[in-house]
Each structure stands twice: as structure tokens, then as C-alpha cells.
């Protein structure tokens, strides 16, 4: 395949063999020609036949497998694998097990080509829960070999939304001016400017287990001057798949006080203080505590810093 692609579409996997065929089998139906987009398969030495998948996929896909020792969880190094690598302007993540609608890149490319400044897209997914108490019903009534008609008929009955769909609700599809909007940037289906996300750091490989790193991703994005926007049309279908609930959101609650080590703002501290209830509200508790913004924040202590060195070379 020749010219440089428009999307580079970047996929952490780990003996998931069977649901990786599901999403590149999905990437072979996009209505964004082949051409115009390179996928990048980041796998964290897997023991089954993920490199076979792969490879079977390349007489289709503009696709590259990239492997490295096993050691731990690590889908944060995975990314910034493909991050490294990616030829494109725009760097869409999907993870491994996500099967896309049709129109899902066309719906990334379309959020980013639609605005004159830089954005992190958050595609919608239908499916997506972090504890899928409901998994059986779900194989069972959802033809997730038929990713739009599944789609279609998700949207009509209003059955397994996105987990995220209450956030939307509450505030509507446009929520870019709340004082955290970083909140709901899941890298289960989403993108950035590769240039940008290169530029904030990456994926911060200090993150262990589930959770957290994309959402710290999402908050340098936000600190960088990227506009979180929702795109619906960068619709996905999560594929059940067995999650450890509890020690997921142990796992999480660690990465979450790593970050308020990390940042230090009170906007950040609440995510370590705060019930995982009330996760979806705590734009509300920013406001009602009146909770300075943390890009001013950041921005004075930056400053600050700037003065101290200035004085120094003085």
C-alpha cells in the first residue's frame, strides 16, 4: 500500500487472539479506504497465535505487529509502542476485543478535520462497562459479527449504552468547557494528534495494572489546549470479555493516587477522595467547591518556576 495514511489505528493486545480477529476483522470494513489508514498491533508477548492473526490480516490491512517480553501489565507501553511508530497525523486507540462500526475511523477523522484547533475524540461504545454482570445476555442477543446492524438495534431499544451515556446525558454531547472533562477520555475507542500526544509525553509508563493512564493522557491533552469532543459517529462495540471487577477498580484507585502525587491540584485530589458513585459527578463538585482550574494552576506553577530559574541566571 503506498502514500502515508491518514489515521494510524493502534492496538495494545495480550492473548487475546480470538477478540484481535474480531477488531481487525471490523478494520477490513471501514468505509475510509484501506489506504487511508495503517494499524499498528502493539502486543506485550503473548504465548498464543496473536502473531498469526496478524498475519493474516496483511493482505487486507496496511498492518504492523510489533512484540517485546512479557513483564506485567503494561497496555501503556504498548501504545506508546505504536505511538512511536505511527506514520500518520492522527492516532485513534482501540483496544483489542472492540469491534468498530463501519463509519468509526470516518467518525474520528471527521471530529479532528471538523475543527480548526486540536481535539481528543472520545468514540462512543456500546457494551463498555467495567463490571459485564450481563455478559451472557449480551453474547447471547448481540450479533457481534454484524457490528452496524448490532449498532443499529442497540441504538433503537436503548440497551447496553455506554457506560459513559449518564455523563452525556447530564451534560449534553458538547463538554469541552466543564473544569474536567479529561474525565471520560477512555482509550477503549479514542484518538489525539499523534504529534501532540508524542508531545505531552505519551503514555506514562509508571501506571501499573487497569486504569488510569488514559486518563492521565487525556488530562495533558486538556493541559496542552486539546478540546475534548464526543463523537458518536466513531461508534465501537465492546466484546464481553472475563474483567476481575474488584481488583480492577483496586487497581485503579492506586493509579488515581499516583496521579494526585503526580499533579497535586485539588481538581486531581478528588479522584483518590471520591466514591466511585459519585466518578460522573465530580465536574459538579468542582463547581460547588469552586476549585481553581487546573490549567491556571499548573500554569502559575510553571510560571513560578520560570521566575525562580530566571533569577538564578541573574
Given at each position: 500500500?503506498?502514500?502515508e495514511?491518514?489515521?494510524?489505528?493502534?492496538?495494545?493486545?495480550?492473548n487475546?487472539?480470538?477478540?484481535?480477529?474480531?477488531?481487525?476483522?471490523?478494520?477490513?470494513?471501514?468505509?475510509l479506504a484501506?489506504?487511508?489508514f495503517?494499524?499498528?498491533?502493539?502486543?506485550d508477548?503473548?504465548?498464543?497465535?496473536?502473531?498469526?492473526?496478524?498475519?493474516?490480516?496483511?493482505?487486507?490491512?496496511?498492518?504492523?505487529?510489533?512484540?517485546?517480553?512479557?513483564?506485567?501489565?503494561?497496555?501503556?507501553?504498548?501504545?506508546?509502542?505504536?505511538?512511536t511508530h505511527?506514520?500518520a497525523?492522527?492516532?485513534?486507540?482501540?483496544d483489542?476485543?472492540?469491534?468498530?462500526?463501519?463509519g468509526?475511523l470516518?467518525?474520528?477523522?471527521?471530529?479532528?478535520?471538523?475543527?480548526?484547533?486540536?481535539?481528543?475524540?472520545?468514540g462512543?461504545?456500546?457494551?463498555?462497562?467495567?463490571?459485564?454482570k450481563?455478559?451472557?445476555?449480551?453474547?447471547?442477543?448481540?450479533?457481534?459479527?454484524?457490528?452496524?446492524?448490532?449498532?443499529?438495534?442497540?441504538?433503537?431499544?436503548?440497551?447496553?449504552?455506554?457506560?459513559?451515556?449518564?455523563f452525556?446525558?447530564?451534560?449534553?454531547?458538547?463538554?469541552?468547557?466543564?473544569?474536567?472533562?479529561?474525565?471520560?477520555?477512555w482509550?477503549v475507542?479514542?484518538?489525539?494528534?499523534?504529534?501532540?500526544?508524542?508531545?505531552?509525553?505519551?503514555?506514562?509508563?509508571?501506571f501499573?495494572?487497569?486504569?488510569?493512564?488514559?486518563?492521565d493522557?487525556?488530562?495533558?491533552?486538556?493541559?496542552?489546549?486539546?478540546?475534548?469532543?464526543?463523537?458518536?459517529?466513531?461508534?465501537?462495540?465492546?466484546?464481553?470479555?472475563?474483567?476481575?471487577?474488584?481488583?480492577?477498580?483496586?487497581?485503579?484507585?492506586?493509579?488515581?493516587?499516583?496521579?494526585?502525587r503526580?499533579?497535586?491540584?485539588?481538581?486531581?485530589e478528588?479522584?483518590?477522595?471520591?466514591?466511585?458513585?459519585v466518578?460522573?459527578?465530580?465536574?459538579?463538585i468542582?463547581?460547588?467547591?469552586?476549585?481553581?482550574?487546573?490549567r491556571?494552576?499548573?500554569?502559575?506553577?510553571?510560571?513560578s518556576v520560570?521566575?525562580?530559574?530566571?533569577?538564578?541566571e541573574?
Amino acid at each position: 500500500m503506498t502514500g502515508e495514511p491518514e489515521l494510524s489505528v493502534i492496538v495494545p493486545t495480550y492473548n487475546r487472539a480470538a477478540l484481535l480477529t474480531q477488531t481487525l476483522r471490523s478494520l477490513t470494513r471501514q468505509t475510509l479506504a484501506p489506504h487511508r489508514f495503517e494499524v499498528l498491533v502493539c502486543d506485550d508477548g503473548s504465548t498464543d497465535d496473536t502473531a498469526d492473526v496478524v498475519d493474516g490480516f496483511s493482505d487486507q490491512l496496511d498492518v504492523r505487529f510489533f512484540t517485546s517480553p512479557h513483564e506485567g501489565f503494561r497496555a501503556g507501553r504498548m501504545r506508546n509502542t505504536g505511538v512511536t511508530h505511527a506514520r500518520a497525523e492522527i492516532s485513534v486507540f482501540v483496544d483489542s476485543g472492540v469491534v468498530l462500526h463501519s463509519g468509526c475511523l470516518g467518525g474520528h477523522l471527521a471530529a479532528h478535520r471538523a475543527s480548526g484547533e486540536p481535539v481528543a475524540v472520545c468514540g462512543y461504545v456500546f457494551g463498555f462497562a467495567p463490571d459485564p454482570k450481563d455478559a451472557d445476555e449480551f453474547l447471547s442477543t448481540v450479533d457481534v459479527s454484524d457490528p452496524d446492524k448490532a449498532m443499529a438495534r442497540l441504538r433503537e431499544t436503548g440497551r447496553w449504552p455506554d457506560v459513559r451515556e449518564f455523563f452525556y446525558e447530564k451534560y449534553g454531547d458538547d463538554f469541552a468547557d466543564l473544569p474536567a472533562p479529561w474525565l471520560v477520555y477512555w482509550t477503549v475507542n479514542a484518538s489525539a494528534r499523534t504529534s501532540q500526544v508524542r508531545a505531552v509525553g505519551m503514555f506514562d509508563e509508571a501506571f501499573h495494572g487497569w486504569g488510569g493512564e488514559d486518563l492521565d493522557l487525556g488530562y495533558r491533552l486538556y493541559l496542552d489546549g486539546a478540546r475534548l469532543v464526543l463523537s458518536r459517529a466513531a461508534a465501537a462495540l465492546d466484546i464481553p470479555h472475563p474483567k476481575n471487577f474488584d481488583s480492577n477498580m483496586e487497581s485503579a484507585g492506586e493509579n488515581y493516587r499516583y496521579m494526585v502525587r503526580k499533579y497535586g491540584t485539588p481538581v486531581v485530589e478528588l479522584l483518590s477522595t471520591s466514591d466511585p458513585d459519585v466518578f460522573f459527578d465530580l465536574n459538579d463538585i468542582i463547581r460547588e467547591r469552586g476549585l481553581p482550574a487546573c490549567r491556571d494552576l499548573l500554569a502559575g506553577r510553571r510560571h513560578s518556576v520560570d521566575d525562580i530559574d530566571a533569577a538564578v541566571e541573574r
